[in-house]
């Protein structure tokens, strides 16, 4: 949209193993790249681009060393949990717990919360997310999709958690032409502006719908310009880029 043309973009939520030449949003600065396992990460990882930062999946159960090696050795900028990928269900989360004690504070942790799918024993974990969120206080969580069809759920059950943040990926788009579009347009009115990022979760999506379809809520809520700059870019920096 126009009136967005000279706002700089951060996408928080991008793949890379498909590369990037059919990604459809132009001004896009920086991308958060996402591995979702290890071989992609070894095999992918020196395509991405210096400007960006990088994402992994705490695969704590298969390659606990060599994920603490990225981590201490600075290589990443996030871990990632993902509960089907990685089929958790309710009994591997008190172990995932102990293993992230040895993850730094510092480090954020993006929890993929988008319900889909037949294997529902592995379906995200609301109760551990807030678990999580009370046992590192100073972690920065971030819930992906932020909550996919249990947006309402997850905003009303982790609104008072202030190390909370949520990416707007796939949902913008997955949820558009449905009844839960208004807890969507809920979660941005009613979260702080700070705790908001764009992504789009490319290649599954489309980042220039996903934007088209922020920027319009944007405009039916008239958030102010610099409210719009910060969930557009300057959050996804203020997480990733230390």
Not at 192 to 219: C, E, R
């Amino acid at each position: 949209m126009n009136t967005y043309r000279n706002m700089k973009i951060f996408d928080c939520h991008t793949h890379i193993e498909n590369g990037l030449s059919s990604y459809d949003l132009d001004n896009v600065g920086r991308h958060n790249i996402i591995f979702n396992s290890l071989d992609s990460y070894t095999a992918n990882r020196p395509e991405v681009s210096t400007s960006d930062t990088v994402s992994l999946i705490f695969d704590y159960a298969n390659n606990l060393s060599r994920v603490m090696k990225e981590v201490n050795e600075k290589k990443i900028n996030a871990l990632k949990i993902h509960s089907r990928i990685q089929k958790l269900s309710e009994a591997d989360y008190p172990s995932l717990t102990e293993h992230l004690k040895q993850v730094p504070d510092t480090m954020p942790v993006i929890v993929d919360a988008f319900y889909y799918g037949d294997d529902i024993e592995h379906l995200p974990s609301l109760p551990y997310i807030i678990k999580w969120a009370k046992i590192f206080p100073e972690r920065k969580l971030i819930v992906a999709h932020c909550g996919g069809y249990e947006i309402i759920k997850y905003l009303f059950h982790l609104r008072t958690l202030p190390n909370i943040y949520y990416d707007l990926s796939f949902s913008l788009q997955y949820l558009s032409d449905s009844s839960l579009f208004v807890d969507m347009i809920k979660l941005i009115k009613f979260t702080d502006k700070k705790k908001i990022m764009f992504g789009s979760d490319y290649h599954w999506a489309s980042p220039k719908l996903q934007y088209n379809v922020l920027t319009n809520i944007f405009d039916k809520l008239s958030l102010p310009e610099k409210e719009r700059e910060m969930i557009l870019y300057y959050n996804a920096e203020e997480i990733f880029s230390k």
